[in-house]
């Protein structure tokens, strides 16, 4: 084949563009979901929660969590009454196997299930120094294991302690909402477990979620609201005690 | 008139400059990844990367596209709010291959006490029991099956 310089002149912007949308890959699998239409949140009902583990036992089989590692955790309050700001607190395992039984008369018992609060300002995504984690359009604080550097100052700067060093893959770890799983219309998989329904997810961008009732009627708080996180993990009826 | 002498030093800077950025751009475009400023200043494609982790809760939906008949006697009773895979574990793969991944029965012992166990740290209005003085160690299906635990709903025995 001859190919003059005219041809090759139109030739040329056509390889461009071919080459353009092999850079760009595929287009998403699942082209339902619509990022801009959500905003993830979380409640936490805390009368209803039991201290069963099952939270923290499905997160760790959904989420391949290594063992001694939580994405969420359940600990287990202990308030007397002359000694009400510093609370006794426990979390064997995370919670994952239950708690010892407890004793009539010790004071005030409860179980405050945690997990990333899944902040709309968050701590830990303003100090990553590579842009390895982030806030995604529909309100999931997530992180590219495949960018991150390992080099933990998220870990530090989560004031929740939420986020840990992967033991094997060695970058950043932390709760993802099961965003495999609220990008297809499932709940999460703590949700999915909980007998309760100590724990539902909540979309504060749909009208019709439940939540926003919930929110209106109940004296509902997020943690550490003084560090103003912008916390979307809400408690309901959580004790002043809880740090 | 001739404001400037020796034009051509300008003209070589120039061309040095002009050279530089190229590079840098060249080199930039190499380095970043495709997808990174997408939606901010992380890889636009990690959202997709994570949202296509697989599964291991099937989720209630897909046990009662199935399992209807357990469903309905387990919604008439004290457990209706609970999930299937609340106490059967995650079935996902059960989902996918029925035949080839039976989840078995989960046992009772471990799985009734986990939530029952009396403890005063529990919610008051929950039901619990002493484990030890309320069956005396008989197994609690015997009286109570799981997904219908009333005792007038009759047990295994």
């Not at chain 1, 033991?167 to 297809?184: E, F, M, N, S």
């Not at chain 1, 004296?219 to 609201?225: C, D, F, G």
């Not at chain 2, 029925?98 to 989960?106: I, L």
Request: some cysteine; proline content about 7%; hydrophobic content about 35%.
């Amino acid at each position: 084949m001859n190919i003059t310089r005219r041809h090759l002149l139109i030739l040329l912007p056509a390889a461009a563009l071919a080459w353009e949308s092999v850079l760009a890959g595929t287009p998403e699998d699942a082209p339902n979901y619509q990022m801009t239409e959500h905003w993830w949140s979380m409640l936490i009902d805390i009368p209803k929660c039991i201290g069963c583990g099952n939270c923290v036992r499905a997160c760790q089989a959904e989420n391949d969590v290594p063992d001694g590692y939580f994405r969420t955790w359940v600990e287990r309050y202990r308030v007397t009454d002359w000694n009400l700001t510093n609370p006794e607190v426990i979390s064997p395992d995370g919670g994952k196997e239950g708690f010892p039984v407890a004793a009539e008369d010790q004071g005030k018992y409860f179980f405050v299930p945690k997990l990333c609060n899944q902040c709309a300002d968050s701590p830990c995504t303003q100090v990553c120094p590579v842009g390895a984690t982030f806030i995604s359009p529909d309100g999931v604080v997530l992180v590219d294991q495949k960018y991150c550097l390992g080099c933990a100052y998220c870990v530090q700067a989560c004031p929740y302690g939420c986020r840990y060093i992967h033991p094997q893959k060695k970058v950043a770890d932390k709760c993802t909402l099961c965003y495999h799983r609220i990008t297809k219309g499932l709940t999460t998989a703590c949700c999915e477990a909980c007998p309760t329904g100590a724990r539902q997810l909540a979309d504060l961008k749909n009208p019709k979620d439940p939540i926003h009732e919930f929110l209106k009627s109940h004296n509902v708080q997020v943690l550490k609201p003084e560090m103003a996180t912008g916390a979307k993990v809400f408690y309901n009826d959580l004790d002043g005690s809880v740090r | 008139m001739r404001i400037f002498r020796d034009t051509g030093h300008l003209f070589r800077l120039a061309l040095v400059f002009a050279m530089g950025t190229a590079c840098f751009l060249g080199v930039r475009s190499f380095l970043v990844p495709h997808s990174f400023g997408e939606y901010g200043h992380y890889r636009g494609s990690a959202i997709s990367e994570i949202a296509s982790h697989p599964l291991h809760f099937a989720g209630q939906q897909s046990c009662e596209t199935c399992h209807s008949d357990v469903v309905e006697k387990k919604n008439a009773g004290k457990h209706a709010q609970v999930n299937c895979e609340a106490c059967h574990g995650p079935l996902e793969k059960h989902v996918e291959d029925p035949a080839s991944f039976d989840p078995g029965k989960p046992d009772t012992a471990v799985l009734c006490a986990r939530c029952h166990a009396a403890s005063a740290a529990r919610p008051k209005g929950f039901p619990q029991v002493d484990i030890a003085s309320h069956s005396g160690g008989v197994a609690c299906e015997t009286c109570h099956q799981p997904h219908n635990p009333a005792v007038s709903a009759g047990g295994t025995k």
